[in-house]
């Protein structure tokens, strides 16, 4: 059993979609593909140092990214990703924790 590291969500006109990934360069990679699917050519999307690189060919031209690998960053990265390509989606992102060790964490009890 694969183990999914995040849960997504998107909103655009339809509706709210939420989904889960293993790691936040694959979700870049599905939104980027749903965008520019028939533009692109090429594309790369890879974690280096705490750091998502992303490449790719659109007209003959490269272009590049990086973007820093942190839930929030990713989703305003691909709120941007969606207004550069007309759409007013939003995105959000939470990593799910295996271990609950927040400071929030409480018990309940039957009273």
């Not at 590291?5 to 979609?17: F, S």
Request: include cysteine; charge should be negative.
């Amino acid at each position: 059993m694969s183990k999914e590291n995040y849960v997504w969500a998107w909103k655009d006109d339809d509706g709210v979609y939420v989904n889960t990934a293993k790691s936040l360069e694959a979700i870049v990679e599905e939104i980027i593909e749903f965008y520019k699917e028939d533009e692109i050519e090429e594309l790369t999307v890879e974690l280096n140092d705490q750091i998502i690189d992303i490449s790719f060919f659109e007209d003959g031209n490269e272009t590049e990214w990086e973007i820093k690998a942190v839930p929030w960053v990713v989703a305003k990265f691909l709120q941007d990703l969606a207004g550069d390509c007309g759409h007013e989606d939003w995105f959000d992102i939470k990593e799910i924790e295996a271990e609950s060790n927040r400071a929030d964490t409480f018990e309940i009890e039957k009273i």
